[in-house]
C-alpha cells in the first residue's frame, strides 16, 4: 500500500488549460503539504492543510488553489497554466511536526 | 525562517568511498530529517533524527542540536547511492536545505 499517493504521475498540457492533481494519504496524519519543486531542484512550500484548515499559504498566484476535503485528501488546482508552472509537484503528509513523507511526484509539463 | 545549509553541494566518489554530507541550521528546531532523492525523483526517508545517532545498513546519521548540525555518513558507496540528499528541519514548519547532488562511479 502506497502511503502517501498523488495522481496523474505526468501531465503535458498547453498555456492557458486548467489542471488537478490529487494526493491521498492512509498514515492518518492530520497535515498534508504542496511543494514544488523546480529543475533546480529547491523543493519550495506552497500550501499546507491540518485537519482540513489551511495553515501555510505562501507566495503563490492565486491560479493555484489547493482543496481538502478531509483530512486524507489534498487535491492541487491550477487555473490558466503558465511555462514557469512547469515543475515537480510532491504532495507530503506528516503528523504535525513529526517525520514527513512524500507522494511519488506529479510532473507537470507545461508546452 | 530558518536557514538551513548543506555541503558540500556536489560530491563525485569513488564505488566503494567514504564520505560525509553536513547540514548547519540556523535555529532550534523540533525535527531534522534526511531524504534521498534518487535519479527516478522518488523522495525516500533515510533518517527521523532530531537529537543523537542513528544507523542503517551503510548509512548513519548524527544531530547535534546544541551546535545546530546533522552529519551523514555514508560508507562504501554504490552506484545506487547516487541523487540528491536533502536536509530538513522542523520549527514552525519545514525548511529545507539545497541538496548535495552525490554522484557515485563505478
Known amino acids: 500500500d502506497t502511503a502517501v499517493s498523488q495522481t496523474p504521475k505526468y501531465l503535458v498540457t498547453q498555456m492557458g488549460n486548467d489542471k488537478s492533481i490529487k494526493c491521498e494519504q492512509n498514515?492518518?496524519?492530520?497535515?498534508m503539504y504542496w511543494y514544488k519543486q523546480d529543475s533546480k531542484k529547491f523543493l519550495k512550500i506552497m500550501f499546507s492543510?491540518?485537519?482540513?484548515?489551511?495553515?501555510i499559504n505562501e507566495t503563490v498566484p492565486n491560479r493555484f488553489s489547493p482543496k481538502s476535503p478531509d483530512k486524507a485528501h489534498l487535491n492541487l488546482h491550477i487555473n490558466s497554466l503558465e511555462l514557469g508552472d512547469s515543475a515537480v509537484y510532491f504532495c507530503?503528509?506528516?503528523?504535525?511536526?513529526?517525520?514527513?513523507?512524500f507522494g511519488e511526484g506529479s510532473r507537470l509539463t507545461v508546452l | 525562517g530558518i536557514q538551513v545549509e548543506q555541503s558540500p553541494p556536489d560530491l563525485i566518489l569513488q564505488e566503494g568511498a567514504n564520505s560525509t554530507l553536513r547540514c548547519n541550521f540556523s535555529?532550534?528546531?523540533?525535527?531534522l530529517q534526511w531524504f534521498h532523492q534518487n535519479p527516478w525523483g522518488q523522495l525516500i526517508n533515510l533518517f527521523y533524527?532530531?537529537?543523537g545517532t542513528k544507523q542503517n545498513g551503510r548509512l548513519s546519521a548524527t544531530t547535534v542540536a546544541t551546535e545546530r548540525y546533522s552529519l551523514l555518513y555514508i560508507s562504501s558507496s554504490q552506484t545506487t547511492d547516487s541523487g540528491v540528499y536533502f536536509c530538513?528541519?522542523?520549527?514552525?514548519?519545514?525548511?529545507f536545505g539545497t541538496g548535495t547532488s552525490l554522484t557515485v562511479i563505478p
Open positions: 535555529d532550534s528546531v523540533n525535527n
Open positions: 533524527i532530531p537529537s
Open positions: 498514515l492518518g496524519h492530520d497535515t
Open positions: 530538513a528541519v522542523n520549527g514552525n514548519q519545514f525548511y
Open positions: 492543510y491540518n485537519n482540513k484548515e489551511l495553515i
Open positions: 507530503a503528509s506528516s503528523q504535525l511536526a513529526g517525520e514527513l513523507f
